[in-house]
């Protein structure tokens, strides 16, 4: 059995892996952290933007319609 990811599955943890590396860094962790809201806004904006958010959501309900793996792609980031 491959249990190697795909070249799509990769793409998919190398754009969480850049988004987060370049969203969370501690500067902004602790400046969000400070501010008293309930999420990054703007991390959340790129993830609908970019997809991440619907990864494993059916299509048929707006999703990409991949599977759990794919979303530990951006778990995993």
Do not use: K, N
């Not at 619907?54 to 778990?75: F, H, Q, R, W, Y």
């Amino acid at each position: 059995m491959d249990f190697s990811f795909s070249d799509e599955q990769r793409a998919i943890a190398e754009m969480a892996d850049g988004l987060f590396r370049d969203y969370c860094t501690d500067d902004r962790l602790r400046a969000w952290e400070l501010s008293g809201e309930p999420y990054m806004a703007e991390l959340w904006q790129t993830c609908i933007e970019t997809g991440l958010h619907a990864l494993a959501i059916p299509e048929a309900c707006g999703g990409s319609g991949l599977g759990m793996t794919d979303l530990l792609c951006v778990l995993q980031a």
